[in-house]
Protein backbone atom coordinates (compact mmCIF):
# COMPACT_ATOMS: atom_id res chain seq x y z
CA UNK A 1 0.00 0.00 0.00
CA UNK A 2 1.71 3.36 -1.24
CA UNK A 3 2.11 5.53 1.94
CA UNK A 4 0.15 8.91 1.84
CA UNK A 5 2.11 12.06 1.47
CA UNK A 6 2.22 14.02 5.01
CA UNK A 7 1.21 18.04 4.26
CA UNK A 8 4.14 20.01 4.50
CA UNK A 9 4.46 23.85 5.61
CA UNK A 10 4.53 24.62 1.72
CA UNK A 11 1.64 22.60 1.10
CA UNK A 12 -0.36 24.45 3.12
CA UNK A 13 0.62 28.09 2.33
CA UNK A 14 -0.34 27.13 -0.99
CA UNK A 15 -3.26 26.04 0.08
CA UNK A 16 -4.19 29.18 1.44
CA UNK A 17 -2.67 31.40 -1.12
CA UNK A 18 -5.05 29.55 -3.71
CA UNK A 19 -8.24 30.00 -1.82
CA UNK A 20 -7.28 33.92 -1.10
CA UNK A 21 -6.89 34.15 -4.89
CA UNK A 22 -10.33 31.91 -5.60
CA UNK A 23 -11.92 34.43 -3.04
CA UNK A 24 -10.83 37.50 -4.93
CA UNK A 25 -12.02 35.97 -8.32
CA UNK A 26 -15.12 34.85 -6.71
CA UNK A 27 -16.25 38.00 -4.93
CA UNK A 28 -17.24 40.39 -7.75
CA UNK A 29 -19.61 37.40 -9.37
CA UNK A 30 -21.32 37.21 -5.70
CA UNK A 31 -21.20 41.30 -5.36
CA UNK A 32 -23.11 41.38 -8.67
CA UNK A 33 -25.48 38.94 -7.57
CA UNK A 34 -26.55 39.85 -4.39
CA UNK A 35 -27.07 43.14 -6.05
CA UNK A 36 -29.18 41.91 -8.76
CA UNK A 37 -31.85 41.14 -5.88
CA UNK A 38 -31.12 44.74 -4.19
CA UNK A 39 -33.13 48.04 -5.42
CA UNK A 40 -30.72 50.84 -6.50
CA UNK A 41 -31.48 53.29 -3.35
CA UNK A 42 -30.52 49.94 -0.98
CA UNK A 43 -27.32 49.38 -3.39
CA UNK A 44 -26.33 53.20 -3.27
CA UNK A 45 -26.53 52.98 0.57
CA UNK A 46 -24.77 50.30 1.42
CA UNK A 47 -23.08 48.76 -1.84
CA UNK A 48 -21.66 45.10 0.06
CA UNK A 49 -24.70 44.32 2.66
CA UNK A 50 -26.95 41.67 1.97
CA UNK A 51 -30.40 42.42 0.59
CA UNK A 52 -32.88 42.91 3.12
CA UNK A 53 -35.90 41.39 0.63
CA UNK A 54 -35.77 39.46 -2.32
CA UNK A 55 -35.96 42.50 -4.56
CA UNK A 56 -37.03 40.84 -8.60
CA UNK A 57 -38.35 44.22 -10.13
CA UNK A 58 -34.78 44.98 -11.14
CA UNK A 59 -35.40 42.11 -13.99
CA UNK A 60 -38.67 43.49 -15.22
CA UNK A 61 -37.79 47.13 -14.97
CA UNK A 62 -34.48 45.42 -17.53
CA UNK A 63 -36.95 43.85 -20.43
CA UNK A 64 -39.68 47.16 -19.92
CA UNK A 65 -37.45 49.66 -19.94
CA UNK A 66 -34.98 48.23 -23.15
CA UNK A 67 -35.52 45.79 -26.00
CA UNK A 68 -32.85 43.23 -23.82
CA UNK A 69 -34.83 40.08 -25.38
CA UNK A 70 -33.48 41.84 -28.75
CA UNK A 71 -29.75 42.22 -27.29
CA UNK A 72 -29.64 38.55 -26.17
CA UNK A 73 -30.50 37.41 -29.64
CA UNK A 74 -28.20 39.58 -31.20
CA UNK A 75 -25.67 38.06 -29.10
CA UNK A 76 -26.85 34.52 -29.29
CA UNK A 77 -26.53 35.10 -32.75
CA UNK A 78 -23.24 36.64 -33.51
CA UNK A 79 -21.49 34.16 -30.64
CA UNK A 80 -22.71 31.36 -32.70
CA UNK A 81 -22.28 32.01 -36.19
CA UNK A 82 -18.98 33.22 -35.42
CA UNK A 83 -18.21 30.40 -33.84
CA UNK A 84 -19.10 27.67 -36.37
CA UNK A 85 -17.34 29.39 -39.11
CA UNK A 86 -14.61 30.22 -36.92
CA UNK A 87 -14.29 26.29 -36.10
CA UNK A 88 -15.36 25.59 -39.90
CA UNK A 89 -12.15 27.70 -41.36
CA UNK A 90 -9.51 28.19 -38.94
CA UNK A 91 -8.97 24.20 -38.63
CA UNK A 92 -8.17 23.57 -42.03
CA UNK A 93 -6.09 26.45 -42.60
CA UNK A 94 -3.64 24.83 -39.77
CA UNK A 95 -4.25 21.81 -40.93
CA UNK A 96 -2.90 22.63 -44.73
CA UNK A 97 0.14 25.10 -43.04
CA UNK A 98 0.95 21.52 -41.13
CA UNK A 99 0.62 19.16 -43.00
CA UNK A 100 2.21 20.55 -46.45
CA UNK A 101 5.07 22.13 -44.52
CA UNK A 102 6.75 24.45 -47.00
CA UNK A 103 8.06 28.47 -48.05
CA UNK A 104 4.64 29.61 -48.36
CA UNK A 105 3.07 27.89 -45.51
CA UNK A 106 5.84 28.96 -43.56
CA UNK A 107 5.59 32.32 -44.36
CA UNK A 108 2.01 32.32 -43.83
CA UNK A 109 2.26 30.81 -40.73
CA UNK A 110 4.27 33.48 -39.54
CA UNK A 111 1.90 36.02 -41.08
CA UNK A 112 -0.89 34.67 -38.78
CA UNK A 113 1.63 34.81 -35.71
CA UNK A 114 3.04 38.45 -36.37
CA UNK A 115 -1.34 39.04 -36.24
CA UNK A 116 -1.19 38.42 -32.54
CA UNK A 117 1.57 40.91 -31.88
CA UNK A 118 -0.74 43.65 -33.57
CA UNK A 119 -3.32 45.65 -31.12
CA UNK A 120 -6.75 45.96 -32.44
CA UNK A 121 -7.38 49.53 -31.14
CA UNK A 122 -4.27 50.10 -34.35
CA UNK A 123 -5.96 48.79 -37.10
CA UNK A 124 -9.10 49.00 -35.60
CA UNK A 125 -9.96 52.82 -38.15
CA UNK A 126 -8.64 51.17 -41.04
CA UNK A 127 -10.69 47.90 -40.35
CA UNK A 128 -13.97 49.58 -39.93
CA UNK A 129 -13.16 51.75 -43.63
CA UNK A 130 -12.96 48.29 -44.91
CA UNK A 131 -16.10 47.23 -43.61
CA UNK A 132 -17.54 50.40 -45.10
CA UNK A 133 -15.78 49.08 -47.99
CA UNK A 134 -17.43 46.13 -48.39
CA UNK A 135 -20.96 47.54 -47.39
CA UNK A 136 -21.33 45.45 -43.98
CA UNK A 137 -20.84 48.02 -41.68
CA UNK A 138 -23.86 48.49 -39.63
CA UNK A 139 -24.68 45.08 -40.10
CA UNK A 140 -24.69 41.74 -37.67
CA UNK A 141 -21.40 40.67 -40.68
CA UNK A 142 -19.80 43.30 -39.79
CA UNK A 143 -18.50 41.94 -36.14
CA UNK A 144 -18.84 38.16 -36.92
CA UNK A 145 -15.87 38.92 -40.12
CA UNK A 146 -13.88 40.90 -37.66
CA UNK A 147 -14.32 38.05 -34.96
CA UNK A 148 -13.09 35.48 -37.46
CA UNK A 149 -10.38 37.18 -38.51
CA UNK A 150 -9.13 37.81 -34.75
CA UNK A 151 -9.34 34.15 -34.27
CA UNK A 152 -6.76 32.84 -36.65
CA UNK A 153 -3.60 33.70 -35.43
CA UNK A 154 -3.70 32.06 -32.00
CA UNK A 155 -6.46 29.27 -33.84
CA UNK A 156 -3.78 28.79 -36.26
CA UNK A 157 -1.12 28.49 -33.29
CA UNK A 158 -3.11 25.84 -31.24
CA UNK A 159 -3.94 23.74 -34.08
CA UNK A 160 -0.69 23.82 -35.52
CA UNK A 161 0.66 22.44 -32.26
CA UNK A 162 -2.12 19.75 -31.37
CA UNK A 163 -2.02 18.45 -34.58
CA UNK A 164 1.68 17.62 -34.03
CA UNK A 165 0.02 14.59 -32.07
CA UNK A 166 -2.10 13.62 -34.23
CA UNK A 167 0.29 10.46 -36.25
CA UNK A 168 0.51 10.41 -39.83
CA UNK A 169 -0.20 7.14 -40.22
CA UNK A 170 -4.09 7.33 -39.43
CA UNK A 171 -4.30 9.81 -42.35
CA UNK A 172 -2.12 7.42 -44.41
CA UNK A 173 -4.31 4.48 -43.89
CA UNK A 174 -7.80 6.89 -44.63
CA UNK A 175 -5.49 7.66 -47.98
CA UNK A 176 -4.98 4.25 -49.18
CA UNK A 177 -8.88 3.47 -48.48
CA UNK A 178 -9.68 6.13 -50.74
CA UNK A 179 -10.58 9.22 -48.74
CA UNK A 180 -9.29 12.41 -50.17
CA UNK A 181 -7.81 14.80 -48.08
CA UNK A 182 -10.85 16.90 -47.42
CA UNK A 183 -12.68 13.66 -46.29
CA UNK A 184 -9.92 12.53 -44.48
CA UNK A 185 -9.57 16.06 -42.06
CA UNK A 186 -13.18 15.90 -41.55
CA UNK A 187 -14.05 12.39 -40.74
CA UNK A 188 -10.48 10.91 -39.52
CA UNK A 189 -8.13 14.00 -38.19
CA UNK A 190 -10.96 16.79 -36.60
CA UNK A 191 -12.86 14.51 -34.43
CA UNK A 192 -9.19 13.89 -32.34
CA UNK A 193 -9.35 17.58 -32.15
CA UNK A 194 -11.76 17.97 -30.07
CA UNK A 195 -9.86 19.14 -26.60
CA UNK A 196 -8.14 21.89 -29.22
CA UNK A 197 -11.90 22.61 -30.26
CA UNK A 198 -13.18 22.79 -26.81
CA UNK A 199 -10.14 25.24 -26.18
CA UNK A 200 -11.54 27.47 -28.96
CA UNK A 201 -14.98 27.47 -28.34
CA UNK A 202 -14.39 28.52 -24.41
CA UNK A 203 -11.58 31.29 -25.55
CA UNK A 204 -13.36 33.29 -28.51
CA UNK A 205 -16.67 33.02 -27.18
CA UNK A 206 -16.67 34.29 -24.41
CA UNK A 207 -14.39 36.92 -25.75
CA UNK A 208 -17.22 37.42 -28.82
CA UNK A 209 -20.38 37.30 -25.68
CA UNK A 210 -18.38 39.62 -23.48
CA UNK A 211 -17.34 41.88 -26.21
CA UNK A 212 -18.68 45.44 -26.11
CA UNK A 213 -16.48 47.75 -27.87
CA UNK A 214 -16.83 45.88 -32.17
CA UNK A 215 -21.13 45.88 -31.49
CA UNK A 216 -21.27 49.40 -29.91
CA UNK A 217 -19.20 50.68 -33.24
CA UNK A 218 -20.01 48.64 -35.28
CA UNK A 219 -23.61 48.01 -34.65
CA UNK A 220 -26.34 50.97 -35.77
CA UNK A 221 -27.38 53.59 -33.38
CA UNK A 222 -30.60 54.15 -32.23
CA UNK A 223 -31.59 50.04 -31.91
CA UNK A 224 -30.70 47.20 -29.44
CA UNK A 225 -27.08 46.12 -30.18
CA UNK A 226 -25.69 43.38 -27.90
CA UNK A 227 -26.21 42.36 -24.33
CA UNK A 228 -23.07 44.31 -23.09
CA UNK A 229 -23.87 47.23 -24.79
CA UNK A 230 -27.54 47.51 -23.45
CA UNK A 231 -26.37 46.68 -19.49
CA UNK A 232 -24.31 49.48 -19.79
CA UNK A 233 -26.76 52.17 -21.20
CA UNK A 234 -28.26 52.13 -18.02
CA UNK A 235 -24.78 53.91 -16.78
CA UNK A 236 -25.12 57.38 -17.62
CA UNK A 237 -23.09 60.47 -16.94
CA UNK A 238 -24.95 62.03 -13.71
CA UNK A 239 -26.97 58.93 -12.96
CA UNK A 240 -26.62 55.50 -13.27
CA UNK A 241 -29.25 51.86 -12.57
CA UNK A 242 -27.29 49.76 -10.70
CA UNK A 243 -29.56 47.35 -10.15
CA UNK A 244 -30.75 46.91 -13.49
CA UNK A 245 -26.73 46.71 -14.71
CA UNK A 246 -26.39 43.99 -11.90
CA UNK A 247 -29.61 42.13 -13.21
CA UNK A 248 -28.39 42.34 -16.62
CA UNK A 249 -24.85 41.21 -15.59
CA UNK A 250 -26.21 38.01 -13.84
CA UNK A 251 -28.76 37.12 -16.91
CA UNK A 252 -24.98 37.67 -19.19
CA UNK A 253 -22.57 35.45 -16.94
CA UNK A 254 -25.47 32.62 -16.74
CA UNK A 255 -24.56 31.24 -20.40
CA UNK A 256 -20.83 31.67 -20.14
CA UNK A 257 -21.08 29.86 -17.14
CA UNK A 258 -23.25 26.97 -19.02
CA UNK A 259 -20.53 26.54 -21.81
CA UNK A 260 -17.88 27.09 -20.07
CA UNK A 261 -18.68 23.96 -17.58
CA UNK A 262 -19.72 21.73 -21.02
CA UNK A 263 -15.92 22.39 -22.56
CA UNK A 264 -14.32 22.37 -19.38
CA UNK A 265 -12.44 19.05 -19.98
CA UNK A 266 -11.60 19.54 -23.33
CA UNK A 267 -10.35 23.00 -22.54
CA UNK A 268 -7.73 22.04 -20.06
CA UNK A 269 -6.18 19.65 -22.84
CA UNK A 270 -6.56 21.20 -25.67
CA UNK A 271 -4.54 24.13 -23.48
CA UNK A 272 -1.98 21.21 -21.82
CA UNK A 273 -1.87 19.37 -25.12
CA UNK A 274 -0.98 22.75 -26.82
CA UNK A 275 1.93 23.74 -24.97
CA UNK A 276 3.29 20.83 -24.59
CA UNK A 277 3.55 20.29 -28.19
CA UNK A 278 4.09 23.29 -29.34
Not at 54 to 79: G, M
Not at 145 to 170: N, R
Amino acid sequence: MKAVKKPTARDFILFVLLIFISLLFLYPILFALQSAFKSNGEILKNPIALPTTFYVQNFKDLFEQSDFFTAIVHSVCLTVVSELLIILIVPMAAYAIDRRPGRFTGLLYTFFLAGMMVPFHLYMFPLFKEMKFFHIFGTMAGPVVSYIAGSVSFGTLLYCSFLKTVPLEIEEAAKIDGCTPFMTFWRVTFPLLGPCTGSMVILNGLGIWNDYLMPYLVLPSGKAKTITVEIASFVGQYTARWDIVFAGTIISIVPALIIFIMFQKYFVKGITAGGAKG
